[in-house]
């Protein structure tokens, strides 16, 4: 199964908003509303911040949104700030307990 | 406070065999699932393979599947991933990661992987 399709790279000026979208199938994120989205800072542990779709962490900032649109999911991240900048990846459940990552988008914040 | 503690960097020659491990704690082990999770250098993240923890149940993916073995120890509150013969392909960080809401809800800080002759 080939990995969801992100952009990879996206940018924006401190406190715009930038989306980030993940492009799947309808066996993947077409198919449940399992959709996560982490954030990787080179060098430490990956950070999830966005569950089933649009659910945030406690902690996580509400400037982090997500949706979902057919085999699209999208993240928003309002607001940025210059700790925002990261790498970011969505993920989906497939079938039967498998899973399935995009190929991560590098976000800039200028 | 939940959390995954994982073993040591580890540099291995070709044809070795190695096992890197996920200790887990503040919460009760054998409720989640925990997932193996590559990153090569400079690349994304890849789903390695996932484990239930309370009958040793795994899954991996096909791109793993035969490569890597994934087990548990419950008596350890452990995960493992293991491999028979490195090869220089393997060189990555692998993060182990607890499940939760159908995510991967909690990391390990990572373990570096270098196999070089």
């Known amino acids: 199964q080939s990995a969801l399709t992100q952009p990879p790279s996206a940018s924006g000026s401190p406190g715009q908003s930038v989306t980030i979208s993940c492009t799947g199938t309808?066996?993947?994120?077409?198919?449940?509303?399992?959709v996560s989205w982490y954030q990787h800072h080179p060098g430490k542990a990956p950070k999830l911040i966005v569950y089933?779709?649009?659910k945030r962490p406690s902690g996580v900032p509400d400037r982090f949104s997500g949706s979902k649109s057919g085999n699209t999911a999208s993240l928003t991240v309002s607001g940025l700030q210059a700790e925002d900048e990261a790498d970011y990846y969505c993920?989906?459940?497939?079938?039967?307990?498998?899973?399935?990552f995009g190929g991560g988008t590098k976000l800039t914040v200028l | 406070e939940v959390q995954l503690v994982q073993s040591g960097a580890e540099v291995k020659k070709p044809g070795e065999s190695l096992r890197i491990s996920c200790e887990a704690s503040?919460?009760?082990?054998?409720?989640?699932?925990i997932t193996w999770v590559r990153q090569m250098p400079g690349k994304g993240l890849e789903w390695m393979g996932s484990?239930?923890?309370?009958?040793?149940?795994?899954n991996y993916s096909p791109s793993f599947q035969g490569h890597v073995t994934i087990s548990a120890d419950r008596s350890m509150s452990s995960a493992h991933l293991q491999w028979s013969s490195l090869k220089a392909s393997d060189t990555a960080v692998y993060y182990c990661?607890?499940?939760?809401?159908?995510?991967?809800?909690?990391w390990g800080q990572g373990t570096l992987v270098t196999v070089s002759s």
């Open positions: 990661a607890r499940h939760g809401s159908r995510s991967f809800q909690h």
């Open positions: 503040g919460y009760s082990f054998t409720t989640y699932w």
């Open positions: 484990i239930d923890p309370s009958d040793s149940y795994t």
């Open positions: 309808n066996t993947d994120v077409g198919a449940y509303n399992y």
């Open positions: 089933e779709v649009s």
């Open positions: 993920s989906s459940y497939v079938v039967r307990n498998n899973w399935i």
